[in-house]
């Protein structure tokens, strides 16, 4: 099971839509895959198309990551209504904010760690979406990760943000969890067309190197409008889809090849999109 937190230190970058759209090219790949839903916001469960009626969620996990609790947390997303591929939500709370204070304890961190080992054998993925902070929560997470993906849009404060996120991940490994590493930084929302943006992107490049990762996601509604609809961005209808869909998966094979996830990397993902037929029911 590889474990893949999705993080950025400041609000607003399209974190939780990246995270939904790296999740459809999961699906469309036929990974079993969960997602957690550690942001207090919980859109993420929103934009699943979850029936959440008397389960737990991911508060309930880090009060008490037992065996009953995490499994009551978690739910089959509506994703897989019709098709027998295993896309599965930890639920998203707005009580998780209550463990999200500045100084956890060492036990505390380590409780969604504690929780996922429970259910490594039921699946080959697990995305992380983050709060877009560094406090408790945050770093439950990355203590919980193989690697941790930055997203950031090309904006003077979001680049700090990314350079302040790769030293707090390096601080967690050195003083936490020595396998966690960054996957590196996912470019969100460009407007290539803007001299600003290219500037900004050429300044990551200049800063992060081959940490910077290909492709960078254009600005496009068709992701606002699938996550609204609660559906994977490779269902929905339409050339701008189809191309949001086309980077999400080049995203997926840079991290199924560094998860090791070969077998289906062998597939390529080209039966299981051939299996999915793009439209917007």
């Not at 254009?218 to 996550?227: H, I, V």
Request: net charge neutral.
């Amino acid at each position: 099971m590889f474990v893949l937190s999705i993080s950025s230190l400041k609000g607003g970058v399209g974190k939780t839509t990246v995270t939904l759209g790296i999740a459809s090219a999961a699906w469309a790949r036929g990974l079993r895959t969960l997602v957690v839903d550690l942001d207090p916001q919980a859109d993420v469960s929103t934009g699943m198309d979850v029936q959440a009626d008397n389960a737990a969620s991911v508060a309930d996990v880090l009060g008490s990551p037992k065996s009953e609790t995490v499994r009551r947390a978690i739910v089959r997303s509506g994703w897989a209504r019709g098709n027998n591929r295993v896309i599965d939500l930890m639920i998203g709370s707005p009580s998780s904010i209550t463990f999200d204070g500045p100084h956890p304890s060492v036990r505390d961190i380590w409780r969604l760690e504690e929780g996922l080992a429970i259910v490594e054998e039921d699946y080959d993925l697990v995305l992380i979406d983050c709060p877009p902070s560094l406090n408790a929560l945050t770093r439950t997470a990355w203590a919980a990760s193989d690697r941790v993906a930055i997203v950031t849009e090309p904006g003077l404060f979001s680049v700090a943000a990314a350079d302040r996120a790769l030293r707090a991940i390096e601080e967690i490994r050195r003083g936490l969890s020595p396998r966690l590493q960054p996957m590196g930084i996912i470019v969100n929302r460009t407007r290539m067309q803007s001299v600003e943006h290219q500037f900004r992107v050429k300044e990551l490049r200049e800063m992060f190197g081959p940490l910077v990762l290909a492709p960078h996601l254009p600005e496009r509604t068709s992701l606002q409008q699938a996550q609204g609809a609660a559906k994977p961005v490779h269902l929905w209808p339409g050339p701008s889809s189809e191309e949001m869909a086309e980077h999400f998966d080049r995203l997926m094979e840079r991290i199924m090849r560094t998860g090791r996830l070969g077998h289906y990397a062998a597939l390529g993902g080209r039966e299981h999109r051939e299996a999915a037929p793009r439209g917007g029911n």
